[in-house]
Nanobody, 123 residues
Framework: QVQLVESGGGLVQAGGSLRLSCAASGSFFRMNDMGWHRQGPGKQRELVAAISSGGITNYADSVKGRFTISRDNTKNTVYLQMNSLKPEDTAVYYC?????????????????WGQGTQVTVSS
């Protein structure tokens, strides 16, 4: 089992920046892809950014050029640097991780979500 704890959310004005962190802990064999999704008020959850264990990244078109996802594999932590924030970025941001655990001598791929952290951008 793995636990994900997000931090770094808050209230900022349009044009400001925030840096989100998500630290994985618990029992797992290897951490694979990690990423961030968000869900704004009255909206469906959507992918924001993802990063593979090798550092390959993927971004939603709406955040390209403004957000940067990165990870520190030694700390099992993924980050989301958010610059030039807009009011439409307001949402609960959720960390997601795909990981591998050992179960009865088999490697099992699992997925887990963090509790979410609120990001509010005011105009």
């Amino acid at each position: 089992q793995v636990q994900l704890v997000e931090s770094g959310g808050g209230l900022v004005q349009a044009g400001g920046s925030l840096r989100l962190s998500c630290a994985a802990s618990g029992s797992f064999f290897r951490m694979n892809d990690m990423g961030w999704h968000r869900q704004g008020p009255g909206k469906q959850r959507e992918l924001v950014a993802a990063i593979s264990s090798g550092g390959i990244t993927n971004y939603a078109d709406s955040v390209k050029g403004r957000f940067t996802i990165s990870r520190d594999n030694t700390k099992n932590t993924v980050y989301l640097q958010m610059n030039s924030l807009k009011p439409e970025d307001t949402a609960v941001y959720y960390c997601n991780a795909d990981y591998v655990e050992v179960d009865r001598l088999r490697l099992m791929t699992r997925s887990h979500w963090g509790q979410g952290t609120q990001v509010t951008v005011s105009s």
